[in-house]
């Protein structure tokens, strides 16, 4: 009897929101914080070096300026541009146009 009434009860409360915990104590919990077990890891961290850590969980490794995915070649990354998202490894380079879009070196 006690677990149909608690069935019932629980049906009727819909979802409950989770209450997730700050592991460690920098000010972001879990999924919002990608690691939540270093503290030098959170949302707006600063990411400044390719070192295999994303610090601040933008699902990339190190500085990206203009946002396109690719960290600064400067930085160890392989952006020859990091200051526009039309220039990366993966943009295509069709055209002789004076600019290396796909930073392979060459220009079309």
């Known amino acids: 009897m006690n677990l149909r009434i608690f069935a019932f009860v629980f049906s009727l409360g819909g979802c409950a929101e989770v ?7 920098d000010g972001y919990a879990a999924p919002e914080d ?23 969980c933008d699902n990339f490794d190190g500085p990206d300026q203009d946002l396109d995915g690719y960290a600064d070649a400067d930085a160890g990354g392989m952006d020859c541009d990091d200051l526009d998202p039309t220039v990366n490894p993966g943009a295509e380079d069709s055209s002789l146009d004076g600019r290396d879009s796909d930073c392979d070196g060459e220009d079309g």
Not at 19 to 25: G, I, P, T
């Open 19 to 25: 209450d997730y915990l700050d592991v460690d104590k």
């Open 34 to 56: 990608c690691d939540d077990h270093d503290a030098e890891v959170y949302p707006g961290a600063t990411d400044d070096s390719v070192d295999t850590i994303d610090q601040d």
